[in-house]
């Protein structure tokens, strides 16, 4: 079963699903400043574009391109700078 997310007034959306693999999303993200909150593990992968990612404990951003991952664990918030529309898979373990 498909499960479509909406945050931030429309400006990120993601599908959600299980496989093999597990609970993954996969989305996109509008230019912006964001913050998110995790319930579990968090392995995001950049599909498309850059994400500028502030992780927890963090006073540096890092720049991701595609097919780079960042990891945040479980009950953290990180931020998130776009510049220009980017997309993402997550991997929830």
């Known amino acids: 079963m498909l499960k479509v997310n909406e945050y931030y007034d429309g400006k990120v959306k993601s599908i959600g699903f299980e ?6 999303t996969t ?5 912006g400043e964001y913050e998110f909150g995790t319930n579990t593990i968090e392995h995001m992968t950049v599909t498309s ?13 890092k720049t991701y ?3 780079e ?14 510049s220009a529309p980017a997309a993402y898979r997550c991997l929830y373990l």
């Open 19 to 24: 496989n093999s693999d597990g609970k993954i």
């Open 27 to 31: 989305g996109v993200m509008a230019a």
């Open 49 to 61: 574009g850059e994400l500028v990612v502030q992780l927890p404990g963090q006073n540096e951003w």
């Open 65 to 67: 391109k595609p097919f």
């Open 69 to 82: 991952t960042f990891v945040v664990e479980k009950d953290k918030k990180f931020k998130v700078k776009v």
